[in-house]
């Protein structure tokens, strides 16, 4: 395909990463930082000390901290800023940009109490001047093996598979795979639950329990996010791929993963501001644990695990206590949840 002119909004490791990936494509890369000193430093350096040390970047990625540089004649904009701060880069987008450009976000997250997905964020907020079309890069993808240029794979979204695809053609390479997908419902709420069961899976490992217990979580938090993504819209095969199951066995099993860092310290005993202070980077799973806990009584989905580790992160409980109470639940049968969904997925289609 044509070379882009691209702009990665947000210079973390996962926008660096990525940056790095269209850069190796051969397309112009623009990375925006909030701070004049880390664009400095990735300018003199071609190096992201502070999120993915000792990485050599592309000459071809110059940082920026002035957004409206950043944006300037972009045929595809990139947000790659954490989900809290969508809405605030989503309107400075709006008050600098001068051409239409596709738009890409690759966040993970739902907003608390206004429920909306990060898509929804993006599509209430940019207006039609910065946006042609919208699309969602997903799936189980750490950092820090991107930059190692490691086999990774990735679903592209969109309600247009036409806008989909040319996402797909701006970043496949030989180590860095794209499917694309029109499921955009599907594909956010899997992205984004899935850091609420790591958060669960870090936690278990914390309090020294074994693999019995992780295999256990990451098998009934599949079947959560896909009660409530079906509720929500969403195609339960989605739930299956690489933005579902995918996505979550890596979350919860690396040491990659922020989320089950996180849910591991507090498995040990920290305290929740003690281990937000402590991992430098934001904790997705944490704010999204609060929406889905609103979207569960919204929708009236039973979430066992999300409603535990809730009370776990906001009401003070203690991690073993919220174990216990899991484990004494009220006997069930283990196929009502896909019968369930089926029931709603028939529904929706009229069968």
Not at 250 to 275: F, I, P, Q, Y
Not at 334 to 341: K, Q, S, W
């Amino acid at each position: 395909m044509a070379k882009l002119q691209i702009a990665v909004l947000g210079a973390g490791s996962w926008g660096t990463a990525l940056a790095l990936v269209l850069a190796d494509n051969g397309h112009q890369v623009k990375l925006w930082t909030h701070t004049e000193a880390q664009a400095e430093k990735i300018n003199e350096s071609h190096m992201n000390e502070k999120y993915l040390p000792g990485v050599q970047l592309s000459d071809s990625i110059i940082a920026y901290p002035n957004i409206e540089e950043a944006v300037l004649d972009a045929d595809m904009i990139v947000f790659a800023v954490p989900a809290k701060a969508t809405r605030e880069v989503a309107e400075k987008v709006n008050m600098v940009s001068r051409k239409t450009a596709v738009i890409v976000h690759v966040s993970k997250g739902i907003e608390p109490d206004s429920h909306l997905r990060i898509s929804e964020i993006l599509e209430e907020t940019l207006n039609s001047e910065a946006m042609s079309d919208l699309v969602v890069l997903s799936g189980p993808s750490h950092a820090e093996e991107v930059v190692k240029r490691h086999p990774t794979t990735v679903t592209a979204a969109s309600d247009d598979i036409a806008a989909a695809e040319m996402v797909q053609d701006a970043f496949m390479n030989q180590h860095f795979r794209v499917y694309t997908n029109t499921d955009v419902i599907g594909v956010e709420v899997g992205g984004a639950l899935k850091n609420i069961i790591a958060l669960a899976a870090g936690i278990t490992d914390g309090l020294g329990y074994g693999d019995n217990a992780k295999a256990a979580l990451i098998t009934r938090g599949l079947a959560e996010i896909a009660r409530l993504g079906t509720k929500m819209g969403a195609n339960p095969l989605t739930f299956s791929g690489l933005t579902g199951v995918g996505d979550l066995i890596v979350t919860c099993t690396s040491v990659h993963s922020r989320n089950w860092r996180a849910g591991n310290m507090l498995g040990k005993g920290h305290k929740l501001d003690e281990v937000l202070e402590s991992m430098g980077m934001v904790v997705e799973g944490v704010r999204t644990t609060k929406a889905a806990y609103q979207l569960a009584d919204k929708y009236q989905v039973s979430m066992p695990i999300t409603s535990a580790l809730y009370r776990v992160l906001f009401e003070g409980v203690h991690p073993k206590e919220a174990v216990d109470q899991l484990m004494a639940r009220v006997k069930t049968h283990e196929m009502e949840d896909l019968v369930n969904i089926l029931e709603d997925q028939d529904e929706k289609t009229g069968n």
